[in-house]
C-alpha cells in the first residue's frame, strides 16, 4: 500500500504544520495587534452598544450579501473595512446612513428591512472595530476611500444607445468559440473514419 | 443492477442535484440585473437573499450530487450493498427539507433571527439549519463508513479517495459553525470550511472520481491510474493545505502568511495539470470503444475546468503583491464562475450521465442532446468569464491603481456587466437542454 502511504504523508505533515502556525496567528507575538471587540464600543442615549454584539447584527442583516469585510463577501457595494474611517468617525452619520439607505445606488434602506436604531448603533460598533484590524496594509489608501469621503458619485443604469457595442463584441467572441468547437467536433469525426 | 439494490434509491439524488442547479443559474440571472440597472431594477428579492440563496443552493446541490456519487459508486468497489440502504432515501429527504428551510429562512427571516440566517458568506444558512445539516451529514459519514468496515473486498486507492474526500468535506462543515467574538478568527475557521472544501476534500473527491470514471470507460490499466491518483492527491495535500494562507493575507492575521500563502498557492495548480495530463493519457493510451460520451465529455469539462478555473485563474491573482489590488474585485468573481462550476458542476453531470442511463436501463440513449447542452454550458460559462475577468482588469487598474471611486468604476464597468448578463442567458438554456435530457433518461424509471 504504498500509494496510501504517500496520500498520508501528504495529509498529515501539513495537517500538523497547521497547528503552530494557528497558534502563531493568534496567541504570540507574532499576531497582529488587533484590538479586543469587546473593548470598542460606541454610545447611543447613554447605553453602550459593543463589536460584539456589533458583529451579530452584521451577520443577521447579512451586509455581507452585497458588501466585502477585509475583502471578503459580495462584489455589489464597496468594501466595508475602513467605512468607519471614511465618515470621520462620525456615529450618528453613519447609523443614518445605514438606516436610510441609497436606493438609488442599490442599497436599501436598513430600516424596512426590520433594522432599529440599537442595531444600527451596534452595526456602526462594529464597523469602528474593523477599521482597527491591522491588515496588513489592505486596503491602500486611496483606492475605496478617495478623499477620505462617503462615495458621492451617482449610479449610471446601462444605455440602450452603448448596447449595439456589447452585442458585437458578444458576435464576435462567440463566432470564436463556435470556431474552435466546430473545429474539435470535426476533427473527431475524421479520426473515427 | 440488481446485484446491488440500493443503488436504484441513488437517481433522485442526481435529478434533484441538476434541478436546483438550474434554479442557481436562475438566481444568479435575477442578480446579474441589480448590476446593470443598479437603483431601478425590480428584482423580486433584494440582491443579499438571491445572493446568499445563489451560493447555498449550489452547496446543496454540490452535496447532493456528492452523496449521491458515493452512494452509486460505493458498493461495486467494496463487494457489498450498502449497509443501511433506508438511510439513502431518509438522507436525501432530510436535506431537501433543510435545503426548502434555509431558503424560507432567508426569504422571510434575513435580519430577523439570527438563528435562522447568519449572514456569512458560504455559511448564511443559520446556526438552527447548521446543525441539523451537520446531523444530517454524519449519518452519511456513518453509513459510509460502517459499509466501507464491513466491505468484502479490498478497496481501491481511487475509492478510498472519494470517500476520504466525501467525508472529510462534511468534517469540514463544523469549523466554520463555531463562534468566536473577533472577525480576525471567525474569518480564519470560516475559511477552513470554503477553502478546505475547495481545495482539499472536493478535490479529492474530483481525482478519485474521474480516476473511477476512466477505470470504468476505458481500458487502461488500474496500476498506472492508480499510481497517478496518489501522486496528484499528495500534491493536493501539501499544497493545498497550507495553501490556505492565500486567505489570511488581509483578515488581520500575520504577514507570515504573505510567505507561505503565496509559496504553497503558487504550486496549487501542478497537481491540477497533473490530473487533467494523467487523464489525457489515459484516453489517448485506451482501445476500448467509448460507450459514453456524454459521460467522457463531462468528464474532461472537469479536468480542463480545474485546471484553467482553478488553477490559471487562482495563480493570477494568488500571489500576494498582486493579490493586495486583486482581492475583493471581480476579478475574483472571474474565477469563482470559472472554477466551480469547470470542475463541481461537470463532474456532478459526469456522474449523473453514468448513474442515470444505468439506473433506468436506457444505456443506449441519444448522446446529442446531452453533448449540445455541455457545449451551450460552456459557450455560456465563457461568456460570464472572460466578460467579469476584463471588468475585474479594469476595475483593478482605475479603482485600486488610480484611486477613481467605486461608484465611479462601476459605472465603467455596466457593458461588462450587460455582457455578464448574456453569458448568463446562454449558459441557462444550457443548464435546461441538460436537464431535460437527464430528466427523459431517467423518466418513470428513477423518479
Redesign the interface.
Known amino acids: 500500500m ?3 502511504k ?2 498520508l ?3 498529515l ?3 500538523l ?2 497547528i503552530p ?2 497558534i ?3 496567541y504570540t507575538d ?3 495587534k ?1 484590538p ?3 473593548q470598542v464600543t460606541v454610545s447611543f442615549q447613554g447605553k453602550d452598544y459593543s463589536a ?1 454584539e456589533g ?2 447584527t ?9 458588501h ?12 466595508l473595512t475602513k467605512v468607519y474611517k471614511r465618515i470621520n468617525g462620525n456615529d450618528a452619520a453613519l447609523a443614518t446612513y445605514i438606516l436610510s439607505g441609497v ?4 442599497m ?1 434602506p ?1 430600516r424596512d ?3 432599529n436604531e440599537e442595531d444600527a448603533y451596534r452595526t456602526v460598533a ?1 464597523l469602528k ?2 477599521q482597527m ?8 489608501n ?3 476611500d ?1 478623499d477620505g469621503n462617503i ?9 440602450p444607445s ?2 449595439w ?2 452585442i458585437l ?2 458576435v464576435f ?2 463566432l470564436l ?2 470556431g474552435v ?1 466546430l473545429a474539435y467536433e470535426r476533427g473527431k469525426e475524421e479520426k473515427h473514419e | 443492477m440488481s446485484e446491488y439494490p440500493s443503488m436504484s434509491r441513488t437517481g433522485k439524488y442526481f435529478v434533484t442535484a441538476i434541478l436546483l442547479f438550474v434554479f442557481q443559474m436562475i438566481l444568479g440571472l435575477i442578480m446579474s440585473f ?8 425590480n428584482t423580486p428579492a ?4 438571491l ?2 440563496l445563489h451560493l447555498n443552493v449550489m452547496v446543496l446541490w454540490l452535496l447532493l450530487g456528492f452523496i449521491g456519487g458515493i452512494y452509486f459508486l460505493l458498493p461495486k468497489e467494496v463487494g457489498r450493498d450498502v449497509k443501511h440502504p433506508v438511510l439513502i432515501d431518509i438522507q436525501f429527504w432530510f436535506l431537501l427539507l433543510i435545503g426548502i428551510g434555509i431558503i424560507v429562512s432567508e426569504l422571510f427571516f ?5 438563528w435562522l ?5 458560504y455559511v ?1 444558512a443559520g446556526r438552527v439549519w447548521d446543525i441539523l445539516l451537520t446531523l444530517g451529514l454524519l449519518s452519511v459519514v456513518y453509513n459510509v463508513g460502517v459499509t466501507i468496515h464491513e466491505r468484502k473486498r479490498e478497496m481501491s ?1 481511487p475509492m ?2 472519494l470517500a476520504a474526500g466525501a467525508v472529510g468535506s462534511i468534517l469540514m462543515y463544523i469549523p466554520g459553525e463555531i463562534w468566536f ?8 475557521f470560516r475559511w477552513w470550511v470554503v477553502h478546505y472544501w475547495v481545495e482539499a476534500t472536493f478535490e479529492l473527491i474530483a481525482a478519485g472520481a474521474i480516476a473511477l470514471i476512466l477505470l470504468s470507460i476505458t481500458d487502461v490499466r488500474r496500476e498506472i491510474i ?2 497517478y ?3 496528484e ?6 499544497t ?3 495553501g ?1 494562507g492565500h ?12 510567505f ?1 500563502g503565496g509559496l504553497f498557492s503558487a504550486l496549487e495548480p501542478v497537481p491540477l495539470f497533473l490530473m487533467a495530463w494523467s487523464a489525457y493519457k489515459d484516453l489517448k493510451e485506451n482501445k476500448k470503444p467509448l460507450q459514453n460520451k456524454v459521460a467522457l465529455y463531462m468528464i474532461i469539462g472537469a479536468t480542463l475546468g480545474n485546471l484553467f478555473g482553478a488553477g490559471v485563474w487562482g495563480f493570477i491573482h494568488t500571489l500576494p503583491q498582486i493579490n ?2 486583486t ?4 476579478i ?2 472571474s474565477h469563482a464562475h470559472f472554477a466551480t462550476p469547470g470542475t463541481y458542476l461537470f463532474l456532478v453531470l459526469g456522474f449523473a450521465y453514468i448513474a442515470t442511463p444505468a439506473l433506468s436501463g436506457r444505456t443506449n440513449f441519444s448522446q446529442l442532446t446531452g453533448r449540445i447542452g455541455f ?1 451551450i454550458l ?2 455560456g460559462f ?2 460570464m468569464i ?1 466578460a467579469l475577468l476584463l471588468a475585474g482588469i479594469i476595475q483593478v487598474q482605475l ?3 488610480e ?6 468604476v ?2 465603467i464597468l ?2 461588462f ?3 455578464r448578463t ?1 453569458g448568463g442567458v446562454i449558459a441557462l438554456i444550457g443548464g435546461l437542454v441538460v436537464a431535460y435530457d437527464i430528466i427523459m433518461l431517467g423518466r418513470k424509471k428513477i423518479i
Open positions: 504504498n500509494n496510501l504517500l496520500i504523508i501528504g495529509l505533515i501539513p495537517s504544520l497547521m502556525f494557528s502563531l496567528s493568534f507574532f499576531a497582529n488587533n479586543d471587540p469587546s460584539i458583529k451579530r452584521f451577520e443577521q442583516y447579512q451586509c455581507m450579501g452585497c466585502t469585510i477585509v475583502g471578503n463577501g459580495a462584489y455589489f457595494g464597496p468594501d436606493p438609488e445606488k442599490g436599501p436598513m428591512r426590520g433594522m462594529f472595530y474593523t484590524l491591522d491588515t496588513n496594509g489592505w486596503p491602500n486611496g483606492s475605496w478617495r462615495d458621492g458619485v451617482q449610479a449610471k443604469q446601462i444605455s452603448g448596447i457595442q456589447i463584441g458578444i467572441f462567440n468559440i463556435l468547437i | 441589480d448590476f446593470v440597472l443598479r437603483g431601478t431594477s433584494p440582491f443579499d437573499i445572493k446568499s434575513t435580519g430577523k433571527n439570527w440566517v447568519e449572514g456569512r458568506e448564511e486507492t478510498l479517495v467574538n473577533s472577525l480576525v478568527a471567525a474569518e480564519y492508480e499510481k491518483l496518489a501522486i492527491v499528495a500534491l493536493v495535500l501539501i493545498g493545505i497550507i490556505q486567505h489570511y493575507y488581509w483578515i488581520g492575521t500575520p504577514d507570515f502568511w504573505l507561505l493586495f489590488f482581492h475583493g474585485t471581480q475574483t468573481a457545449w460552456v459557450i465563457l461568456n472572460i479603482q485600486r491603481l484611486g477613481m471611486s467605486f461608484m465611479e462601476q459605472n455596466l457593458p456587466y450587460g455582457w448574456i
